[in-house]
């Protein structure tokens, strides 16, 4: 049985969990969400709390047993609280600005790398140096946060580059001279 799969997934105060099927849709203050799950699933909301279990012990439902249950966690959480990723820039004349709603980076090419947003993701940046991606999916927040990071990700022998805040990236040493 899968350790994770067994746990209830708790519901906060605020929040609503419909089930229809295979279908689960959670609302709360941030938003709302919803997702369709495999037939080799099924749930029970039991007061405040939604139990996940197998329908058959398939290889396929022990694989996503606990997956699933991740996922309406993630779902719970991100209606609730929401998600964000922080990115930091580093780089010489790099720099990060927003117009409206998009993102708009110099990170030294010829020009401007442009973001737009998917629904329901915003951006927020401080000080031109320091990017804050928020949103109430963590998936999307995370795919988000990866492109940009990709637009310029940290190279190892200055550092420059878009990294996430607090990643480490290893440095090597450059040309040896005579």
Same mark, same amino acid.
């Given at each position: 049985?899968?350790?994770? *799969? $067994?746990?209830?997934?708790?519901?906060?105060?605020?929040?609503?969990?419909?089930? #229809?099927?295979?279908?689960?849709?959670?609302?709360?203050?941030?938003?709302?969400?919803?997702?369709?799950?495999?037939?080799?699933?099924?749930? $029970?909301?039991?007061?405040?709390?939604?139990?996940?279990? %197998?329908?058959?012990?398939?290889? +396929?439902? %022990?694989?996503?047993?606990?997956?699933? %249950?991740?996922?309406?966690? +993630?779902?719970?959480?991100?209606?609730?609280?929401? @998600?964000?990723?922080?990115?930091?820039?580093? *780089?010489?004349? @790099? &720099?990060?600005?927003?117009?409206?709603?998009?993102?708009?980076?110099?990170?030294? @090419?010829?020009?401007?790398?442009?973001? #737009?947003?998917?629904?329901?993701?915003?951006?927020?940046?401080?000080?031109?140096?320091?990017?804050?991606?928020? *949103?109430? #999916?963590?998936?999307?927040?995370? +795919?988000?946060?990866?492109?940009?990071?990709?637009?310029?990700?940290?190279?190892?022998?200055?550092? $420059?580059?878009? &990294? @996430?805040?607090?990643?480490?990236? %290893?440095?090597?040493?450059?040309?040896?001279? $005579?």
């Amino acid at each position: 049985m899968s350790r994770i *799969g $067994k746990q209830p997934v708790p519901i906060p105060k605020g929040v609503t969990l419909t089930i #229809d099927g295979q279908s689960v849709t959670a609302k709360g203050p941030k938003g709302q969400l919803s997702r369709e799950f495999p037939p080799e699933i099924a749930f $029970k909301q039991e007061g405040e709390e939604v139990l996940v279990t %197998r329908v058959n012990e398939s290889r +396929n439902a %022990r694989q996503r047993h606990g997956l699933v %249950r991740t996922l309406i966690a +993630n779902m719970v959480e991100g209606v609730s609280k929401g @998600y964000e990723k922080k990115l930091e820039i580093q *780089g010489v004349g @790099y &720099r990060a600005s927003t117009q409206g709603s998009k993102l708009v980076m110099a990170l030294g @090419y010829s020009h401007p790398i442009e973001f #737009d947003p998917p629904e329901g993701i915003t951006f927020a940046v401080e000080k031109n140096t320091s990017v804050t991606v928020t *949103g109430i #999916d963590k998936e999307v927040v995370g +795919n988000t946060a990866a492109r940009i990071r990709a637009a310029r990700p940290p190279e190892p022998y200055k550092g $420059k580059g878009v &990294r @996430y805040l607090g990643e480490q990236v %290893r440095r090597k040493a450059g040309k040896a001279g $005579k």
